[in-house]
């Protein structure tokens, strides 16, 4: 998963202005206590830090298609 395309999964999922509060101040145990901004910054991968925000916030499996699985078919 490429930086842009985790960019518009969490649009996607969760809006504009939504999506930069989860991801500036929602703190991931999965990824040592960090912010997903911080994640993003330190290397950690795209997908990784989607993975990670997908299950804090129960976002159904089905809709993770963020994490390289094709969007579904509406």
Not at 11 to 22: C, N, Q, S
Not at 54 to 62: I, L, N, Q, R, Y
């Amino acid at each position: 998963m490429r930086l842009s395309e985790f960019r518009q999964a969490l649009k996607d999922e969760f809006g504009d202005a939504y999506g930069r509060v989860l991801t500036r101040d929602l703190v991931l145990t999965p990824l040592g206590g960090r912010t997903a901004d911080q994640a993003l910054a330190g290397g950690t991968p795209a997908r990784d830090v989607w993975l990670a925000l997908c299950a804090e916030t129960d976002v159904p499996k089905s809709r993770w298609y963020g994490a390289g699985l094709p969007a579904p078919h509406k």
